[in-house]
């Protein structure tokens, strides 16, 4: 998967391991194995840290007593993914409560989940408290059905797009490639906004940096987040 990637030209990629319920997160095993394959690539693709994290009772205290934990790169920026079974009416308090404790949401795949396909109102609330946006890059292709392609295109409209990421599984039916999809945005929506969404943003959510954001609503406008 990463030599994939990286002929493809991705320069830097995060592992994302699940902490949920039921695929229980060692930050310590994971940090062991990303050193491993980083050994084994040399220079051809830098690997960084950081897990899918799911909104639980044990996972939300632990986060917010640990939060370099489960954060990328140990930086601050939190990978988000909710539940295709429910979604907590608290939210936004839980979010907050992460963004007090030093860390910045960023919510995973809004597009391939029925539940968050009928709460964008919710989805634009959670932007303009600071959380990004992250949609899979296949979606847009239409991989994952004509749902989840139109519910991106949407999210684009509404400036509620702020990274694109392969959201890999394997070499066949998850594989790890961007570009056909960063040449569609730039296609689309201008080759600015396919680097800020493949490039910018995402070296500065490695790096743990303000990123600059479409304000929802307004897709012309962008305003800077420090946190």
């Keep these: 998967m990463l030599r994939m990637a990286a002929a493809e030209g991705t320069t830097d990629i995060v592992a994302s391991p699940h902490a949920s319920p039921e695929f ?8 062991q194995r990303v050193d491993e394959l980083q050994a084994a690539m040399g220079d051809a693709i830098r690997i960084h840290k950081g897990c899918d994290f799911h909104l639980s009772f044990d996972n939300i205290t632990d986060a917010i007593a640990n939060p370099r934990k489960y954060s990328i790169n140990s930086k601050g920026y939190l990978l988000v993914e909710f539940s ?13 409560r992460i963004i007090g404790a030093g860390m910045l949401p960023i919510i995973t795949h809004p597009e391939r989940n029925r539940l968050l396909q009928m709460k964008i109102e919710d989805l634009a609330a959670w932007a303009k408290m600071g959380c990004l946006i ?47 999809a960063r040449e569609h945005l730039a296609r689309k929506y201008g080759e600015d906004v396919a680097e800020r969404l493949t490039v910018t943003t995402p070296r500065a959510v490695i790096d743990g940096q303000p990123v600059w954001k479409v304000e929802p609503g307004q897709p012309g406008k962008k305003w800077y987040r420090f946190w």
């Design 24 to 31: 229980q997160f060692h930050a310590d095993v994971t940090a």
């Design 84 to 96: 295709d079974f429910g979604i907590f009416q608290n939210t936004a308090t839980i979010f907050e």
């Design 134 to 180: 992250q949609v899979t890059a296949a979606s847009f292709l239409g991989r994952f059905g004509s749902s989840s392609q139109k519910f991106s295109e949407e999210l684009m409209s509404r400036g509620l797009v702020h990274v694109i990421a392969s959201d890999a599984h394997d070499i066949e039916h998850r594989p790890p490639t961007l570009k056909p």
